[in-house]
């Protein structure tokens, strides 16, 4: 691994050289004066390779493996700035003495008087432009590393609010079958088998982070028949759902918590003629999702539970900006309503 980041780190450097060199020599190749524009391209690729080795990387590196990372990256900030403009004047003489002399006596160009201030100034805009790239690499790779984090972080919470749903709703399930049991129900049988396919579908499928809607409404349906057996005969639950295409992919479980509330702050706070009507559709953009329930004056004011805070926090994982939940109560009936966008 570090070899391979190593070989595209000189890669980088490399391809980051030729495209300097070539712009560099092209540029003297057509801006020189006509008593030398005989020469070849090849000589101003030399001549512009000797140039960018001997005078331009060295301020640049030191500027960005050293300066950067010791002193700006550490917010030395004097210290930076006090030794960049020390390089600049220092390398910018070198470059104005070294420059002319390389090309007159190595390259046989004409004869060019020393040039300190223009040497200064290459060096400023070599330092200025290298750190401004650097800094702008720094952030980006910073950013990359937090998003990658912030990435991990959401999915280990979300593995936790899933790990607390499954549990609260089988300890629910296991209690009905527990009831069956007592009253040794003929029941019991097909109690067994849908908890089965619930079970199977809660431990395989529900570990993808969607799962098709058809197969999350067969859950539900099969959720609503183990709570119908122990309700009382008064009480009503219907379920209501068109749904036009069988490639709708959703979160596992968002949808059946708001259920679960509905029988634990509904239908256990009335001891008759308590309802629950839900229901489910879709249309080009969304999923909408209503869940309707009564309840008794013991309820208080309050949206409480452990699924309803799960289920709000996985939605706004799940779903930023792309979904709109409002909860209401009033009149003695609490009523949900969840809109999901497609991905």
Known sequence: ????????????????IATIVSAVSVLMYLTRLEGITNKSLSYYIVQGLTGVMLFVLPPVYFNIYWLIPKFLVTKKYLIYGLLAVVTVIVWGIIIGTAEPWTDEHWFGDQSQSIDWSG?????ALLMIISGFINLAYRWFIQSTKIKQLENDRLLMELSVLKNQINPHFFFNTLNNLYALSLEHSAQTPGV??????????????????KVQLLHEIKYIENYLSLEKIRQDESCEVTFEHHISANDIFIAPMVLLVFIENAFKHGFGTLASHAYIH???????????????????????????GL????????????????????????????????ALKYD
């Open 1 to 16: 691994m570090q070899n391979s980041l190593s070989i595209r780190r000189l890669l980088l450097h490399f391809t980051v």
């Open 119 to 123: 040497g200064i100034l290459a060096v």
């Open 192 to 209: 067994i088998l849908k908890l089965s396919e619930m079970m199977r579908y809660a431990i395989y499928e529900c570990k993808e982070p």
């Open 278 to 304: 839900i229901k489910l559709h879709n249309d080009e953009e969304s999923i909408y999702f209503v869940v309707k329930n009564n309840f008794g004056e013991v309820e208080n004011n309050s949206e409480k």
């Open 307 to 338: 699924g309803l805070d799960n289920v709000k926090r996985r939605l706004s994982l799940l779903y930023p900006g792309m979904h709109d939940l409002k909860i209401d109560r009033s009149h003695g009936e609490f009523m949900v309503q969840l």
